[in-house]
C-alpha cells in the first residue's frame, strides 16, 4: 500500500514561483506514471502534467508556459514547479500514482497569491 504526501505551498508575491513535491511513502519499482493535478473552488480537477518512470513528460496546452513537472526517481518524488503566480483564487493541487491500472491520490495542497 503506497501513499502519496504534498508539500511546498503557501503564500507568494505576484509574479513569483513555487515549487510543490509529491513523495510516495514506499519505493516504485514497476513501470508508473506521476501526476499533478488542479481544482479551482467551484471547478472540476484538470490535468497540469504527468510524468512516467522513464521520464517522458505531458503538459495540459494552457498550463505549458507556466508549469515544469519533474521527477526524482530515487526518492519516489514527482515535483511541481509554478512560474508567474498571479492575485487570484488559488486552485488545490493533486498529486496522482497509476501503477498499471492501480491508482492513488495525494490529500491536496494549496498556495495562496498576495495581492
Known amino acids: 500500500q503506497v501513499q502519496l504526501v504534498e508539500s511546498g505551498g503557501g503564500l507568494v508575491q505576484p509574479g513569483g514561483s513555487l515549487r510543490l513535491s509529491c513523495a510516495a511513502s514506499r519505493n516504485i519499482y514497476r513501470i508508473n506514471t506521476m501526476a499533478w493535478y488542479r481544482q479551482a473552488p467551484g471547478k472540476e480537477r484538470e490535468l497540469v502534467a504527468d510524468?512516467?518512470?522513464?521520464?517522458?513528460?505531458n503538459y495540459a496546452d494552457s498550463v505549458k508556459v507556466r508549469f515544469s513537472i519533474s521527477r526524482d526517481t530515487a526518492n519516489n518524488t514527482v515535483y511541481l514547479q509554478i512560474d508567474d503566480l498571479k492575485p487570484e483564487a488559488a486552485p488545490v493541487y493533486y498529486c496522482?500514482?497509476?501503477?498499471?491500472?492501480?491508482?492513488?491520490w495525494g490529500q491536496g495542497v494549496q498556495d495562496t497569491v498576495s495581492s
Open positions: 510524468i512516467t518512470s522513464g521520464g517522458s513528460t
Open positions: 496522482k500514482l497509476r501503477i498499471s491500472s492501480t491508482i492513488t
